[in-house]
């Protein structure tokens, strides 16, 4: 298509494809940092509709339900919902991975995952040896991670004193106690880890790092893991790696006036380096994503990371851009 052709090229932005694709069908076009999202027009909609149709409920009100698609053009799935829901409905035109994200997040709000913690941890307490193949410990164990990922947490820290277990997740920055494991399945937790990422579970005094791919509602999300022997065992630090919904522009960022275009000049710049430093969830990879967005050309920039492995890769249809802050 014409639009992509020149999307790839750089000539245009994917938005402006999209806002040129929106006048041609006579369909708004809706920008998801713009707009929120009411959830009980969500409700609405069934989750196999939205997620078949590629399309996302906004908002509802007045007899009209106003709903994001990949494709305005979808008549089926247009009449579809006016059969379901009763409703006039309203398209807007948006961002096809944007919105399956979205359907990922708000369908997923149903579960629960502290309840499934709660009954598996009963269960596995119950039994007279617990073992990490055992079907309530592998309930407890995606269950800890699934809540780490609905709390949005960046890492999850397992760690052990002389009397219990606890699970901290860092949410914003800050390590937060969400739940306690008796010493009885605490070993049991950690072996189980570490037979999902591929780790020598006999091995107990030495640091050990690996990784796992974990599903959370349909979306495949990342998981590092890094373990430690400590004075009462092993400690256990998971990094959750979430694939953002979208890249924020140093604008959406906070940074403005004079204090943005002298980044935009030194981001710019031919040769030099750049700094950026700060604690976990504070923001780096987040600048650094908005910096490289910035200044990104086929024609102009080659872009490589020096880590290993890549914990975050960007694709666009310009360029494959891979960054993460280099740890030290």
């Known amino acids: 298509k014409l639009g992509e052709v020149c999307e790839r090229l750089g000539f245009i932005s994917h938005e402006e494809v999209l806002q040129f694709v929106g006048q041609q069908t006579e369909t708004p076009y809706l920008d998801f940092s713009k707009t929120p999202i009411d959830t009980e027009a969500v409700k609405l909609v069934p989750e196999e509709v939205a997620r078949s149709a590629k399309l996302i409920p906004v908002e509802a009100k007045e007899g009209t339900l106003i709903i994001a698609m990949a494709n305005p053009n979808d008549i089926n799935a247009i009449d579809q919902l006016r059969e379901i829901t009763k409703l006039t409905i309203e398209p807007r035109i948006s961002d096809e991975e944007t919105i399956l994200s979205y359907v990922d997040d708000l369908y997923g709000m149903t579960i629960d995952p502290e309840k499934e913690i709660e009954e598996s941890l009963s269960q596995a307490l119950s039994l007279e040896e617990v073992e990490e193949e055992t079907p309530p410990l592998i309930k407890l164990v995606d269950s800890l991670i699934a809540q780490g990922i609905k709390e949005r947490a960046t890492d999850v820290h397992i760690e052990v004193d002389e009397s219990v ?70 400690s256990v630090v998971m990094r959750i790696l979430q694939k953002p919904k979208f890249l924020l522009s140093l604008e959406d960022l906070g940074y403005w006036g004079k204090n943005l275009n002298t980044f935009k000049r030194l981001i710019q710049k031919p040769y030099g380096m750049m700094v950026i430093t700060g604690p976990t969830g504070s923001g780096k990879s987040t600048t650094i994503a908005a910096m490289i967005q910035k200044i990104n050309s086929e024609r102009r920039c080659n872009i490589v990371t020096i880590e290993d492995p890549i914990e975050y890769i960007y694709t666009d249809d310009k360029a494959v851009i891979c960054q993460r802050e280099i740890g030290i």
Request: overall charge positive.
């Open 165 to 234: 277990g606890r699970v901290r997740y860092r949410i914003d920055g800050v390590l937060e106690t969400a739940f306690i494991l008796p010493k009885k399945i605490y070993r049991a937790v950690v072996s189980r880890i570490k037979i999902m990422s591929e780790l020598d579970i006999t091995e107990t005094r030495i640091p050990q790092d690996g990784s796992f791919r974990f599903t959370y509602n349909t979306q495949d999300i990342d998981v590092r893991v890094s373990t430690m022997p400590i004075f009462y065992g092993e």
